[in-house]
């Protein structure tokens, strides 16, 4: 019996009898993938850090600084970030794991080390996924949570609240785009991307993806999650900015005519950076694993110029080391 969606709203766009899709058109076409990984072979892309690996790790990391108890931010390389507000700790996809694939012995291995290990955690809250892929959605990693926090809450896109509750979670939140939950002082907010998902060979497009807005006292935050540009992603400022904190992926772009659907390239980043009222904004995506042809240290420089050319300043959307730290009660002071 084939499997349907029990999430199903006909009057939704993005729902399907099967699952879930994006509004926008399917950019790739059957056999891409095949013709992709051909060319990467024989081009033999990636290619390492331009200074080697060692090099790279030395000027890009460092371990995370969990002192204090004041509001901050970290990034933890990828697309993880570490938030304490009010002194919750929350994770958002943490992948920190030595590869992000089905199995521990194949697929992308990490070329950055973790800067946070969960054992180093004094406490933890809420756990937010964007999406089901290995590299947001790291089932080492939720395992380790729950062992150390088994009543931890998890804020997951519709559909994914089954694979959490397997796993033993046993508090789970599943939002459809645009809905809205408040926990403690702190709401999370499900906003549209423009991606897919899929972790076996069965379940593509099963569960949803999307971008969080997570909101506490003067924090105005927006995750975009995994995403391919689209201009219907505007509506995210519109509906819910002011923003004072962005994070943006900048990476797994090239080559573009593959990537361009599911990931956004850094003038596109900046492009929403610009939409948004060019508040602080932390590049994802990049520095751990090489998912697409770009090499791990051309973000922030294709970055860089990608300001350039839109005539901005890089006071507020710079590469952050992996592990780094902004205390919040700088947002106001730095953006005024």
């Known amino acids: 019996m084939a499997w349907k969606n029990p999430w199903y709203d006909p009057h939704l766009e993005h729902h399907t009898p099967e699952g879930f899709k994006n509004p926008e058109p399917e950019l790739r076409q059957k056999g891409d993938l095949k013709k992709w990984q051909k060319e990467r072979k024989a081009s033999g892309l990636p290619l390492p850090p331009e200074e080697g690996y060692p ?185 819910l900015g002011p923003f004072n904190l962005l994070a943006l992926p900048v990476g797994a772009y090239a080559p573009k005519w593959f990537m361009q659907g599911q990931h956004m390239d850094p003038s596109q980043s900046v492009h929403l950076h610009q939409a948004a009222g060019c508040p602080l904004t932390i590049p994802v995506h990049w520095g751990v694993f090489e998912l697409a042809d770009e090499s791990l240290d051309e973000p922030p420089w294709v970055l860089d110029q990608a300001l350039r050319d839109a005539g901005l300043a890089s006071a507020f959307f710079y590469p952050w080391k992996i592990g780094q730290r902004y205390l919040l009660k700088n947002l106001i002071q730095d953006l005024s």
């Open 55 to 239: 090099a790279f790790i030395s000027r890009w990391c460092q371990p995370v600084d969990l002192t204090g108890s004041e509001d901050a931010v970290w990034w933890l390389g990828h697309a993880a970030i570490m938030l304490r507000l009010a002194g919750q700790y929350t994770l958002i996809d943490p992948a920190l794991s030595p590869r992000v694939s089905p199995v521990s012995f194949y697929g992308p291995q990490r070329k950055t080390p973790a800067p946070l290990q969960i054992a180093d955690l004094p406490s933890l809250s809420y756990v937010v996924i964007s999406h089901s892929h290995y590299d947001h959605l790291d089932r080492p990693t939720i395992k380790q949570i729950l062992r150390r926090f088994p009543q931890v809450e998890f804020i997951v896109p519709l559909g994914l609240a089954p694979w959490f509750k397997r796993m033993g979670a046993r508090r789970v939140t599943q939002l459809d785009w645009w809905q809205t939950v408040q926990l403690d002082s702190i709401t999370f907010q499900a906003v549209p991307a423009r991606h897919w998902t899929m972790r076996t060979l069965w379940d593509r497009n099963r569960s949803l993806w999307c971008g969080w807005v997570i909101k506490q006292a003067k924090l105005n935050f927006w995750f975009s999650g995994d995403s391919g540009y689209s201009d219907s992603l505007l509506a995210i400022p519109e509906r």
